[in-house]
């Protein structure tokens, strides 16, 4: 069964501080993404990665960073916390295959909260 | 500049009816996937169908029936006698082949279903 997993469910932080959201696939997956999802505005893309230490930025990607040393993880940085990244933070991988779209198959999610 | 639309914010239907989800999408590309994915409140977004700009056949799946039509730009989802288990967000997704992979999501359709 295709896993993919977020660090934490729930998490509050205070503003300015530096907050790490982690997620790992375990389907051998070359693409992750990260989104966040706001009631009436859907799925916004932050960030995405093709490979290992590659990467680049969605639509929405002021006030965070990325990292992705390994496969099988993707790492959302806010490097200073505010309140409007309060939100729901939801991480994707597919696979890579040659003329076609693959699913994305969706972590749980991380209900952050910061104060 | 790709976009998906699901003019439907809410939903609300009795237990047994049936129901149609809308999706209208905007693309350039001439080939192009589309999406949907079911969001139930436990929070994880589960893929149901893509469909590939080439292939305008309808799809059935036991209760669930999908209706592609380019004409239009619709990609319209509808559930038959619907059940409570089938209350949740359903999100439209569209990808562009020349976007690298990247999803575009509309808002989301609440759809709730009343026993």
């Known amino acids: 069964d295709v896993k993919v997993t977020q660090s934490s469910r729930y998490l509050v932080k205070r503003t300015g501080e530096k907050v790490f959201l982690e997620c790992v696939q375990d389907?051998?997956?070359?693409?992750m993404f990260w989104y966040r999802q706001d009631p009436g505005l859907g799925l916004r893309l932050i960030y995405f990665s093709y490979d290992v230490k590659m990467k680049e930025k969605g639509d929405i990607p002021e006030g965070y960073s990325v990292s992705r040393e390994k496969k099988e993880r993707f790492s959302l940085i806010l490097e200073s916390a505010s309140t409007n990244q309060t939100s729901m933070y939801l991480c994707?991988?597919?696979?890579?295959?040659?003329?076609?779209?693959?699913?994305?198959?969706f972590g749980p999610g991380t209900r952050l909260t910061v104060t | 500049a790709q976009k998906v639309t699901q003019a439907q914010t809410e939903i609300s239907v009795v237990e047994k009816e049936d129901v149609t989800l809308d999706c209208v999408y905007e693309t350039r590309d001439t080939t192009y996937y589309l999406f949907w994915y079911k969001q139930p409140p436990s929070g994880e977004l589960v893929f149901l169908i893509r469909?590939?700009?080439?292939?305008?056949q309808n799809e059935i799946s036991g209760r669930y029936s999908w209706n592609f039509q380019k004409s239009t730009s619709s990609f319209n989802f509808t559930i038959t006698a619907s059940q409570v288990v089938d209350s949740a967000v359903y999100f439209c997704?569209?990808?562009?082949?020349?976007?690298?992979?990247?999803?575009?999501f509309g808002d989301g359709t609440t759809l709730t279903v009343k026993p």
């Open positions: 994707a991988s597919t696979e890579s295959v040659l003329g076609r779209m693959s699913e994305q198959y």
């Open positions: 997704a569209l990808n562009e082949v020349t976007n690298a992979g990247k999803s575009t």
């Open positions: 389907m051998d997956h070359e693409n």
């Open positions: 469909r590939n700009s080439f292939d305008e």
